[in-house]
């Protein structure tokens, strides 16, 4: 057997019924993180543009003149990370054979503030190219890959012909990182082989028989990650994770149309021991935002941030003589009327130096998350030309104003800076790892004021604010104003944070304490 340049194994005559692959294997470096709060900012899951374990991507071959030879691959499902063989028989003798796995990248579609769905591409990758023996015969292994679950094709194709095909399934696995730990512990879920079809792609998870919100892996190919805090009493409890593409959990999976798919319980116990509590809220700010527009003409620095930040904004090439204006742009409105506008504000001015570098120092004002638009007329110099530049405003939360009292206490959520885009506009509340509710902060740019009522035994209880899709054209599955707990890895759209807080619930009688 011999290695040849480019993934290809070819085998010599001394042994030409077998012939082995050498498979690659990804491994994931994550850091587990100590909060809840750290999160938002995981390591990368499987990659968008395909599974990293196989190899460059292929076009499909065509059959021409009917299919040839045989595949038998052995087991024919199993998790990610599975052994397989494949063997084939009656192909052509002593040529080179390209083995292929077939797949899909996936992808949101949002466009202009508006969500319309997913979509999924067909694409191939090879696994490796193997040469027969005089028989026509192979033998070959290769490691399954982190990849969407359920069935995948796979081919054997010399060029553009198709000779033959078999198939793999990826059964989807649900791994917890630890079975224990004090009350708020970071509870943290990995799955893979979350598929892409209809009635494969939607899963919901819930603790102690409460709906705490769903998972999604459209740009993971198949994996995703969840963080929740442990919640309720020392003890044990029990964490499902359950299908259903129609927004509710669907409960009695065995005598649908479907029986077949799967479900899952664990269980988590609460140990004695101090509580893990989530950071203060200046410091769940998020490090880094992906996928930031181009800065334009104006620069400004910070890149994002939070409002109410001070910022520079600089732009070169300006008249010395001259004094200039920056302007900030923002929208205004609601959906329920269906109407909004964009409007324009000055938040600064500065004179250039002798060179025509200029210079605004400013807040940053408070306003709806996401891109603003910043410009500059330029003036008499050059009419109507302006310097645009652009600036990302990232969502942020003040501290509770009460942070402890007795069953009934009123204690108000405070966020800032959330967007105005379907995929921006909301914020899903969870009560103990229980959905309650939404807010939508476009109708008030950007400023969300939840009031809520502490509940529950005595002792600490924990509240998660996570993104989640407004509304949209998507018409299955239904996973509108729902908490999307893999927002970190894949939300549409924006990148954006969840937010976490703790209040306890004294018992009868205490006086509230504010923070």
């Given amino acids: 057997m011999a290695l040849v340049p480019g993934g290809r194994l070819s085998c010599g005559p001394l042994n030409a019924t077998v012939c082995a692959l050498l498979a690659l294997s990804l491994t994931f470096v994550t850091s587990i993180a100590c909060t809840v709060a750290a999160a938002n900012a995981g390591a990368p899951l499987a990659s968008q543009l395909g599974p990293a374990q196989l190899g460059p991507e292929m076009t499909l071959g065509e059959p021409s003149g009917g299919y040839v030879g045989h595949l038998n691959i052995v087991p024919s499902h199993g998790p990610v990370g599975t052994a397989v063989t494949l063997t084939g028989s009656g192909m052509p003798p002593g040529q080179d054979i390209q083995l292929v796995w077939t797949t899909v990248n996936g992808s949101w579609k949002v466009a202009d503030g508006e969500y319309h769905g997913r979509t999924f591409n067909p694409a191939a990758y090879r696994i490796a190219t193997v040469t027969s023996d005089a028989s026509g015969a192979f033998?070959?292994?290769?490691?399954?890959?982190?990849?969407?679950?359920?069935?995948?094709?796979?081919?054997?194709?010399?060029?553009?012909?198709?000779?033959?095909?078999?198939?793999?399934?990826?059964?989807?696995?649900?791994?917890?990182?630890?079975?224990?730990?004090?009350?708020?512990?970071?509870?943290?879920?990995?799955?893979?082989?979350?598929?892409?079809?209809?009635?494969?792609?939607?899963?919901?998870?819930?603790?102690?028989?409460?709906?705490?919100?769903?998972?999604?892996?459209?740009?993971?190919?198949?994996?995703?990650?969840?963080?929740?805090?442990?919640?309720?009493?020392?003890?044990?409890?029990?964490?499902?994770?359950?299908?259903?593409?129609?927004?509710?959990?669907?409960?009695?999976?065995q005598q649908s149309p479907q029986p077949d798919r799967p479900r899952f319980k664990l269980a988590f116990t609460i140990t004695p021991g101090a509580p893990v509590l989530p950071p203060p809220a200046e410091q769940q700010l998020q490090a880094n935002v992906r996928s930031l527009s181009p800065?334009?003409?104006?620069?400004?620095?910070?890149?994002?941030?939070?409002?109410?930040?001070?910022?520079?904004?600089?732009?070169?090439?300006?008249?010395?003589?001259?004094?200039?204006?920056?302007?900030?742009?923002?929208?205004?409105?609601?959906?329920?009327?269906?109407?909004?506008?964009?409007?324009?504000?000055?938040?600064?001015?500065?004179?250039?130096?002798?060179?025509?570098?200029?210079?605004?120092?400013?807040?940053?004002?408070?306003?709806?998350g996401g891109n603003h638009t910043l410009w500059v007329d330029r003036g008499d110099a050059k009419p109507g030309e302006k310097s645009l530049g652009t600036y990302w405003v990232m969502p942020s939360a003040l501290p509770l104003d009460v942070t402890r009292g007795p069953v009934g206490t009123t204690f108000k959520v405070h966020l800032k800076g959330v967007g105005w885009t379907e995929t921006a506009n909301i914020y899903t509340l969870v009560y103990d790892n229980g959905h309650t509710g939404y807010a939508c902060a476009f109708n008030s740019q950007g400023d969300i004021e939840i009031f809520m009522q502490a509940t529950g035994a005595p002792g600490w209880h924990f509240i998660d604010l996570y993104p989640a899709i407004y509304k949209g054209k998507e018409t299955s599955p239904v996973s509108f104003r729902l908490p999307q707990l893999t927002y970190a890895h894949d939300h549409p759209g924006e990148?954006?944070?969840?937010?976490?807080?703790?209040?306890?619930?004294?018992?009868?009688g205490s006086t509230p304490v504010g923070q």
């Fill in 495 to 508: 990148d954006l944070p969840a937010f976490h807080f703790a209040f306890e619930v004294t018992e009868g």
């Fill in 295 to 368: 800065p334009g003409e104006l620069v400004t620095t910070p890149a994002f941030s939070s409002i109410n930040r001070p910022v520079v904004t600089v732009g070169t090439g300006f008249d010395p003589r001259q004094t200039y204006t920056l302007n900030w742009t923002s929208l205004t409105g609601n959906r329920i009327i269906g109407h909004w506008e964009e409007a324009s504000r000055t938040v600064a001015q500065a004179k250039p130096d002798a060179s025509g570098r200029l210079e605004f120092r400013y807040q940053v004002p408070d306003d709806l």
């Fill in 139 to 253: 033998s070959a292994t290769f490691v399954a890959p982190d990849d969407f679950g359920f069935t995948h094709d796979i081919l054997a194709q010399q060029g553009n012909r198709l000779l033959t095909q078999t198939a793999f399934s990826i059964d989807m696995t649900v791994t917890m990182a630890s079975s224990s730990g004090p009350l708020g512990t970071p509870i943290e879920l990995d799955v893979k082989g979350i598929g892409w079809r209809e009635l494969q792609a939607s899963w919901m998870l819930l603790y102690d028989n409460r709906y705490t919100g769903w998972m999604s892996s459209i740009t993971t190919h198949g994996s995703a990650r969840v963080v929740i805090p442990a919640v309720g009493r020392p003890g044990l409890h029990i964490l499902e994770v359950l299908n259903s593409d129609f927004g509710s959990v669907y409960r009695n999976m």
